[in-house]
């Protein structure tokens, strides 16, 4: 699989918006789960949207009304428009996505390809 490239990070007032784009050539959304992740130093790692094979989303209770993920297919990238950001959501955002599979009902399998993050830094 190719590589995955996260930008559109920055650092942004408190309830301003931010939009993170990963570039996915090569994926084939239909077989592959993927979503965006983000972690703080010293803390452990934390899905913040995924979107499966089916194009069914979940969110984090965190960001729920807040943030949306989606897939441009024409342009080959997955998008996640951060809105009212809170200094909480400072974090590395990184995209990542699985090894995929043939049936779009095939449950998502373990992250194995990650981008190399674009950080986000909102403050008070």
């Known amino acids: 699989q190719v590589h995955l490239a996260e930008s559109g990070g920055g650092s942004v007032q408190a309830g301003g918006s931010l939009t993170l784009a990963c570039s996915t050539p090569g994926y084939t959304y239909s077989r592959n789960c993927m979503g965006w992740f983000r972690q703080v130093p010293g803390k452990q790692r934390e899905g913040v949207a995924i979107?499966?094979?089916?194009?069914?989303?979940n969110y984090a209770d965190s960001v729920k009304g807040r943030f949306t993920i989606s897939r441009n297919t024409a342009r080959q990238s997955l998008i996640l428009q951060m809105n009212s950001l809170k200094p909480e959501d400072t974090a590395m955002y990184y995209c990542a996505a699985d090894r995929g599979a043939d049936s779009i009902w095939a449950p998502c399998a373990e992250y194995d390809f990650w981008g190399q993050g674009t950080q986000v830094t909102v403050s008070s």
């Open positions: 979107i499966n094979r089916g194009a069914v989303i």
